[in-house]
């Protein structure tokens, strides 16, 4: 940490209160999202691996697990750090807990990047379902085509971040505040201008590129149910008046307030297990773009302004937006059990039997 505290325009001081209180909202956040995912796991698990649908969604659960992990390991280093300032280092730990909070908070970005490649995946699985279910069914439905996907978006959230990790290390350096040498951060001048490159690419525009098919996927979902259900219901009912039926299907009515209760004289479709289908997707897509929202904004304004940077004059600015990104991300990887049990009675049956 700087002791130019005068220079910059958030000091040190301010820095620790505010980041420790993201801590503890984090670190609360985390802990429950990993006690949810790992139950998500287990009734995937008891469901049967059967299906790529089943088993994307045991996988999305285990790289949110990983991620949150690293949140929970960045907040308790960060707490270290803490505890070192306010003893004004008297007592110290014989790794710099400063470089380990920065180096958590840069290795949580792999999983987090595969959760989000397995969701987009989901979604236009599910979509092509809705849309073509006799074409597509049984491609949504292949378990090694899941298990492809996943593995081909693992190499591609490792070596896509590997550059920066690489220019960073934890190295033996002498601390002048404690008269000693211990395990430190350590950064190469060059990883700046690569991390430019790596965010431009994966963490600004891919996730941006991401929203837009989920909500392509929503969107398509929501109008081909609408209309499929329509003509069904229609054909059903003939001398039903096709206008006032259609103005009964608005999106507002699909989701309505009171925990989407079902509207009045529905179509069997849109109070089945379509509908269920739509609201899970809806809510994943929703929550994931305000959640994304905040990390694509940062990595552009990073970009666009060179010194908000780990290293550099808005150092302390940066990492507290950083802290608050993560704690979106946090809140992101942390409530899909809840959805899971809503909108799944095969997942309700099996999480209440184990």
């Not at 045991?58 to 070192?84: G, N, Q, W």
């Not at 290293?311 to 990492?319: H, T």
Request: charged share 15%.
């Amino acid at each position: 940490m700087s002791n130019i505290t005068n220079l910059l325009l958030m000091t040190d001081d301010e820095y620790l209160i505010l980041e420790g209180l993201m801590c503890l909202i984090r670190s609360g956040l985390a802990l429950l999202g990993i006690v949810g995912n790992t139950i998500n796991v287990l009734t995937f698990i008891s469901m049967g691996l059967k299906d790529g649908i089943t088993t994307s969604f045991m996988l999305l659960s285990m790289s949110d697990t990983l991620y949150l992990i690293t949140v929970v390991s960045r907040d308790a280093a960060f707490a270290f750090m803490v505890s070192e300032i306010l003893s004004d280092y008297k007592k110290w730990y014989p790794v710099e807990p400063y470089g380990v909070y920065i180096y958590f908070g840069n290795a949580g970005r792999i999983p987090y990047v595969l959760s989000y490649l397995i969701t987009t995946m989901i979604a236009i699985l599910r979509c092509l379902c809705v849309v073509w279910p006799i074409r597509f069914k049984s491609l949504a439905f292949s378990k090694k085509l899941a298990l492809a996907s996943a593995s081909l978006f693992t190499f591609f959230a490792v070596m896509s971040y590997l550059p920066v990790l690489m220019l960073m290390d934890m190295i033996i350096q002498f601390d002048t505040k404690l008269n000693t040498s211990r395990p430190a951060l350590w950064m190469s001048p060059l990883r700046e201008k690569v991390k430019d490159v790596v965010w431009t690419a994966r963490s600004a525009v891919l996730p941006f590129i991401t929203q837009v098919i989920m909500i392509s996927c929503v969107v398509t979902m929501n109008k081909h149910l609408k209309s499929s259900s329509s003509f069904r219901h229609l054909h059903d009912n003939p001398s039903l008046n096709s206008i006032s039926y259609l103005a009964t299907l608005t999106f507002s009515n699909v989701f309505r307030k009171k925990t989407f209760q079902q509207p009045k004289n529905p179509s069997p479709e849109l109070t089945g297990k379509e509908l269920q289908v739509l609201h899970q997707v809806l809510i994943i897509t929703s929550v994931y773009i305000v959640c994304n929202t905040p990390t694509i904004l940062i990595n552009i304004t990073s970009l666009l302004e060179r010194k908000l940077s780990i290293d550099l004059y808005y150092r302390n600015i940066y990492l507290s937006v950083t802290g608050c990104k993560h704690l979106f991300q946090t809140i992101n990887c942390s409530f899909s059990v809840l959805v899971y049990y809503k909108y799944s009675s095969r997942y309700r049956h099996h999480f209440i039997l184990n």
